[in-house]
């Protein structure tokens, strides 16, 4: 089965699928972190404007919604960070790696996926999830300072296109 990405519209890749569109890359890349962790989470927890986060009215939890035009920004590479001005550590997902079930990828434009839950769960559920996850990731040795600078580089970090 082949997934075509329709030019202006969200497709929903879930954790099986998302290496067979971004299967000529490094990986999948996420700014504004710092050295030590990825920082998909918080303290109290993810932040509220990437997700549909309501309370639910059975369990009066926080409950975090598939909304398939929303999630925490990744992007295909170090370029489309600092294009957007993202100050920060760089860390990515390797290539390959397994996703967390219940996570998805909702990609509008391929240079930027935006990672969702595939089914309503708390918010707790998925800091589980992103904590797992944030584990998976492997730090850059590339910064993005001001203005889209790339500080440090590491060879072949920035190319889209994988070394072999």
């Known amino acids: 089965m082949s997934i075509v990405l329709t030019k202006g519209q969200f497709t929903t890749l879930g954790p099986e699928d998302v290496w067979k569109i971004y299967n000529n890359l490094h990986g999948l890349f996420r700014g504004g972190a710092n050295t030590k962790t990825p920082k998909l989470v918080r303290a109290d927890g993810p932040r509220r404007k990437d997700l549909d986060i309501r309370v639910d009215p059975n369990t009066k ?22 294009d957007k001005d993202l100050e920060g550590q760089v860390w990515f997902i390797p290539k390959g790696t ?15 996926p935006l990672l969702n839950v595939s089914k309503p769960m708390s918010v707790l559920d998925l800091t589980v999830l992103l904590t ?5 990731m ?15 580089k590491f060879p072949g970090a920035l190319s889209k296109v994988s070394n072999g």
């Open 138 to 152: 492997k730090p850059c040795d590339i910064k993005i300072g001001r203005n889209g600078k790339i500080i440090e």
């Open 61 to 82: 939890l926080e409950t975090v919604y598939p909304n398939p035009i929303k999630g925490l920004s990744f992007a295909d590479s170090v370029e489309t960070l600092a």
């Open 98 to 112: 397994i996703i967390p079930g219940n996570l998805v990828f909702n990609v509008k434009d391929y240079d930027h």
């Open 132 to 136: 797992e996850l944030a584990s998976l």
